[in-house]
């Protein structure tokens, strides 16, 4: 069993920042994948960006050049730095760990709100 502890979330003027972490522990060995997920209201949940274990990254179009991805092997956290945030960022926000045997683990959510 993962554990994932996000927070970071909030409200934000658009134009602001703000950085999600997510925190992981427990059987934290052969993890393939970690990454984050939104889910809008009325929406689907979507890959927001992604990284693997040898570092590379990937991202949705819509924040591409506003999003970077980064992990911290050490403390086994992920951070989702979000610059230029638009109000169609708003959503909740999700941490993924996928392990190399498939199995997803997810956190509670956080809540990142853009609006003026």
């Known amino acids: 069993q993962v554990h994932l502890v996000e927070s970071g979330g909030g409200l934000v003027q658009p134009g602001g920042s703000l950085r999600l972490s997510c925190a992981a522990s427990g059987n934290i060995f052969s993890i393939d994948r970690m990454g984050w997920y939104r889910q809008a209201p009325g929406k689907q949940r979507e890959l927001v960006a992604s990284?693997?274990?040898?570092?590379?990254?990937n991202y949705v179009d819509s924040v591409k050049g506003r999003f970077t991805i980064s992990r911290d092997n050490a403390k086994n956290t992920v951070y989702l730095q979000m610059n230029s945030l638009k109000p169609e960022d708003t959503a909740i926000y999700y941490c993924?760990?996928?392990?190399?045997?498939?199995?997803?683990?997810w956190g509670q959510g956080t809540k990142v709100t853009v609006s003026s």
């Open positions: 993924n760990v996928r392990k190399v045997n498939g199995l997803d683990y």
């Open positions: 990284i693997i274990s040898g570092g590379s990254t």
